[in-house]
């Protein structure tokens, strides 16, 4: 099988930068995609093959990648913000999918 | 608009079997991937199983290979995931979702899910 590291949590103050992480020995080859998601609602999808960001999803939320780590950020992090982040990514042969273990993201 | 409306779930004795289906409407289905992904009460997302545009790769996690097979209808619009011998560790919220025109593209519209319980 194949595994994505990410931290448990993360915590930022509102307005400040939020940087979260996403390990896997295979991201240099494969995309990575990221979800958001909030308490009882289905994931949303945030960021898509490692920097994209979908229709509708606000400019503070960015992606980018180096090596075996991708790396999710939120510029200027509002309490709406607050929500576990999963990242998403395939291993080297592009037949078997993973999800890192997530990241709850706090707004203090 | 875009939407996928899961079904099927419920609660079920270990061992048995179980059919998911989920509705997709608002979008070419027969033109995207389609992904289940699960969810067990206070975990994390665990992907389940994709499927190809034309149904000609399935690809499944470790964890329910040789017991889940998902499939898709295309002329009816519908994505299925038939369980069987199933297990108290699947139980969960389980979500379909829109995938790409590839299977490793990122899954940009989810349904709310269905819940399976598996228990005694």
């Known amino acids: 099988s194949y595994e994505l590291t990410q931290p448990p949590s993360v915590s930022v103050s509102p307005g400040q930068t939020a940087r979260i992480t996403c390990s896997g020995d295979a991201l240099p080859k494969q995309y990575a995609h990221w979800y958001q998601q909030k308490p009882g609602q289905a994931p949303v999808l945030v960021i898509y093959k490692d920097s994209e960001r979908p229709s509708g999803i606000p400019e503070r939320f960015s992606g980018s990648s180096s090596g075996t780590t991708v790396t999710l950020t939120i510029s200027g992090v509002q309490a709406a913000d607050e929500a576990d982040y999963y990242c998403?990514?395939?291993?080297?042969?592009?037949?078997?999918?993973?999800f890192g273990g997530g990241t709850r993201l706090t707004v203090l | 608009q875009v939407q996928l409306v899961e079904s099927g779930g419920g609660v079920v004795q270990p061992g048995r079997s179980l059919r998911l289906s989920c509705a997709a409407s608002g979008f070419i289905f027969r033109s995207y991937g389609m992904h289940w992904v699960r969810q067990a009460p206070g975990k994390g997302l665990e992907w389940v199983a994709v499927i190809s545009y034309d149904g000609s790769d399935k690809y499944y996690a470790d964890s329910v290979k040789g017991r889940f097979t998902i499939s898709r209808d295309n002329s009816k619009h519908t994505l299925y995931l038939q369980m069987n011998s199933l297990r108290v560790e699947d139980t969960a919220v389980y979500y379909c979702?829109?995938?790409?025109?590839?299977?490793?593209?990122?899954?940009?519209?989810w349904g709310q899910g269905t819940t399976v319980t598996v228990s005694s």
């Open positions: 979702a829109k995938g790409g025109s590839g299977v490793l593209d990122g899954m940009d519209v």
């Open positions: 998403h990514s395939a291993d080297s042969s592009g037949t078997y999918l993973v």
